[in-house]
């Protein structure tokens, strides 16, 4: 036999800079054509779902087919009032960063409506074990403005003592758990929680994040192998904005199939959303809850979407990818969109559209202002005890006489 | 001879290696196409092909789990995990599979990997971007761990690290990047230009590991510091008024214990200096080696100099940070006390 000679593969992204915007099978489906089963239908008769893609907003604005969910329209203002100041805040603060006054910051441009959708979807007591692209879902909750920016200043009044790094938030009475730095590693802690809700018969349900880059990460198959079996009462999103930083997504796929998919084969029903569609986002997430809450255990969604700007302020993604993707994704941007359908319902005009602008630009202003009064990096800081404090519940010799030799 | 910056040699070891030796590739999150966040393989996939310099999914434990695969087929794969930080999800492949696999194969296979990682703190990069790990690895019997201080050793030991026939951690300290860096935040960045040691030849060379070099020679008190905390010595040292001889250990496995034993055997007295928080940390180890080899020679207590025992805090960098007034202080109590 002729030995044939084995070839290394290595998967390159269909476009990169000085190439046109070229996003190959991107595995679209129409506004309203993916089916919307019953919560209590059987797993392995919903395997079409992940390879579809639920939308219920067409280009004209209109709500269309099973998915469409009934929302009331103050929360629809809501939604996209939240994801306006999401937007204002991050180039706000991004600015802050090149004029020195904070060590970082991460932008969750064109994903808005995912934190947003969500966060106004749930209830009050779920728990988000969220990434970093999830302000949304604490703006929509009203945490207050200010407080976020002077965790992005590391000042005296930081909620975070000084001791995180910028935009790795934590809220629990917001039901935003605390972030870290490290990918996926709270994906499992989403499950364990969810389990522990239902050890005490509570009624919280826990909705987890990763981005699909993440879900190369042990972590990931790990947290869906543990909500597998103990049919945790949990939402498993995987957001994919196609880009981990500089590498595509189709270097955690496989190249070959939607993430979405990722939970077939562990029992976990999959639904493949489009992340832009505000509407789409929020009924997912309803259908995901009511499944969770109803003990029949976790469902894995993805959130397929876009990600607008540079992976945070330390790259500059026009060295990888071509300098106008971002405009030419084909499904929109998330506020756009949301701002259509409520002028289409005819909730909402352009003159009121313009208001609001002006208003949460203020809104804005104001609460960056407030924090620069008591300090950007380095002008301001929390107690340096505060370094010292929650190492343990009770500090120990070491911290006791560490805190007394810094004093010296 | 040419001036290359930290970033530039490390560059410029790779690309030696690559050139030199079809064996040699490498791979790690971000480091084909955009050539690494802080640019250290920039150009290489260009220069050299996709198959020799190419971006992996982002999974720690899957990068380096291939990287033992291939060592075990003959290959020298050279890994970057993006920071040291995030190393951890690779944990059990370095210490129950890298470390072991000669020992327990009874010398069958072997994985002549080398694992590069940023590490250690001073760019304000929060608990995620800025610890030092570096005990954790020189723990586990059966890795080595290397941290050049400048950019010719930097390109030397790496090169040296991937003709290690075993595995290497290779651990760059990020804040000598584009400069080296006294532990004074309020100076302006310096730059490598100017610094001798930033004259780096073209092409192949070697610093061997294991071989610790004496950065400055004194006679009142030995300093023992690598990566960073060399440049923080070198300032503490001059504002200390104390005559101290400094060490930089470069590879802390191997380790270069003669010069140790000769240097504190001479001067009577040892600080050792990391930024690494303290308790149980690499100074631990130095300690006890300094106590058994040179009990009789010491006319005071061994000091260690570090980090302070909680996660790397954000905004308090500085108060964490072990700089140059808290080596002075430390070498004035070891001359005062003795």
Request: hydrophobic share 35%; net charge negative.
């Given at each position: 036999m002729t030995a044939n000679r084995l070839d290394l593969y290595i998967p390159e992204p269909d476009a990169r800079p000085g190439d046109q915007p070229r996003f190959g099978d991107l595995h679209l489906c129409g506004p309203g054509e993916v089916r919307r089963p019953d919560?209590?239908?059987?797993?392995a008769e919903m395997r079409d779902l992940p390879y579809g893609l639920i939308r219920v907003l067409d280009d004209q604005g209109n709500a269309v087919g099973r998915w469409a969910p009934s929302i009331a329209t103050d929360v629809l203002r809501k939604g996209l009032r939240a994801m306006m100041v999401t937007r204002a805040t991050d180039d706000r603060l991004f600015r802050a960063h090149r004029q020195g006054k904070t060590s970082f910051y991460m932008k969750s441009s064109g994903e808005e409506a995912i934190g947003a959708a969500q966060s106004l979807a749930l209830a009050p007591g779920d728990m988000c074990f969220p990434t970093y692209r999830m302000l949304a879902w604490l703006i929509a909750r009203d945490y207050p403005l200010a407080h976020f920016t002077n965790q992005i200043f590391s000042n005296e009044k930081d909620p975070l003592k000084g001791r995180q790094l910028p935009i790795l938030m934590s809220a629990r009475d917001y039901g935003f758990y605390s972030l870290s730095g490290n990918l996926g590693s709270r994906y499992g802690h989403a499950v364990g929680w969810a389990m522990a809700s239902a050890y005490r018969h509570d009624h919280r349900i826990a909705i987890a994040h990763v981005g699909e880059g993440t879900t190369a990460e042990g972590n990931f198959h790990e947290a869906l192998t543990f909500a597998s079996t103990y049919r945790a009462p949990c939402i498993m999103c995987v957001t994919n904005n196609q880009w981990a930083i500089s590498t595509f997504s189709g270097m955690a796929a496989g190249n070959v199939e939607t993430f979405a998919t990722k939970g077939i084969a562990y029992g976990i029903p999959g639904l493949r959303v489009d992340g832009n569609d505000f509407l789409a986002v929020w009924s997912a997430t309803r259908w995901a809850a009511e499944r969770a809450r109803a003990n029949l255990g976790p469902t894995l969604i993805e959130l397929f979407t876009y990600r607008a700007a540079g992976h945070s302020t330390s790259d500059d993604p026009n060295r990888y990818r071509p300098a106008h993707e971002a405009e030419a994704w084909p499904l929109g941007d998330p506020v756009e969109r949301l701002k259509q359908h409520l002028i289409t319902l005819g909730e909402w005009d352009e003159d009121r559209h313009a208001a609001l602008t002006d208003e949460v630009a203020e809104q804005v202003r104001s609460a960056v202002k407030e924090a620069e009064a008591i300090g950007t990096l380095g002008q301001s800081k929390p107690p340096v005890d505060e370094m010292f404090e929650d190492v343990f519940a009770q500090p120990d010799w070491r911290v006791i006489e560490q805190r007394q030799e810094l004093e010296r | 001879m040419p001036v290359m910056n930290m970033i530039q040699a490390l560059n410029s070891a790779l690309d030696v290696k690559l050139s030199q030796d079809p064996d040699v590739l490498i791979f790690g999150e971000d480091v084909g196409y955009f050539g690494g966040v802080f640019r250290v393989t920039e150009g290489l996939q260009k220069k050299h092909g996709l198959k020799r310099c190419f971006d992996t999914p982002i999974s720690e434990g899957g990068i380096i789990a291939t990287a033992i695969g291939m060592g075990a087929y003959g290959l020298r794969p050279v890994a970057e995990?993006?920071?040291?930080?995030?190393?951890l999800p690779a944990f059990d492949q370095l210490i129950s599979e890298a470390a072991r696999l000669r020992y327990r194969s009874g010398g069958e296979f072997w994985a002549p990997i080398t694992v590069r990682a940023p590490y250690g703190g001073g760019i304000f990069g929060g608990q995620t971007h800025s610890q030092s790990p570096e005990a954790l690895f020189a723990h586990v019997t059966g890795l080595k761990t290397v941290i050049p201080s400048n950019p010719h050793d930097a390109k030397g030991l790496l090169i040296a690290s991937i003709e290690s026939d075993d595995p290497v951690i290779f651990l760059e300290p990020k804040r000598l990047y584009n400069g080296p860096f006294?532990?004074?935040?309020?100076e302006a960045a310096k730059t490598?230009?100017?610094?001798?040691?930033?004259?780096?030849?073209e092409g192949h060379y070697t610093v061997p590991l294991g071989k610790a070099a004496v950065v400055r020679e004194g006679t009142e008190a030995t300093v023992l510091a690598y990566g960073t905390m060399v440049h923080v010595a070198k300032a503490g040292i001059a504002d200390s008024g104390v005559d101290a001889e400094l060490i930089?250990?470069?590879?802390?496995?191997?380790?270069?214990i003669d010069t140790i034993v000769e240097s504190v055997a001479k001067t009577g007295r040892c600080v050792i200096l990391h930024e690494a928080s303290r308790y149980a940390g690499f100074g631990g180890e130095l300690s006890a080696l300094v106590q058994e080899r040179c009990f009789w020679a010491l006319r005071s207590p061994i000091r260690r100099v570090t980090g302070w025992d909680t996660p790397y805090p954000h905004a308090f960098e500085w108060d964490y940070f072990p700089g140059p007034a808290r080596l002075a202080e430390a070498l004035r109590g070891v001359v005062e006390e003795n």
């Open positions: 919560t209590r239908t059987d797993e | 995990i993006q920071f040291a930080d995030y190393i006294h532990g004074r935040p309020d490598w230009a100017g610094d001798p040691s930033a004259e780096v030849p930089d250990l470069r590879s802390i496995v191997p380790l270069d």
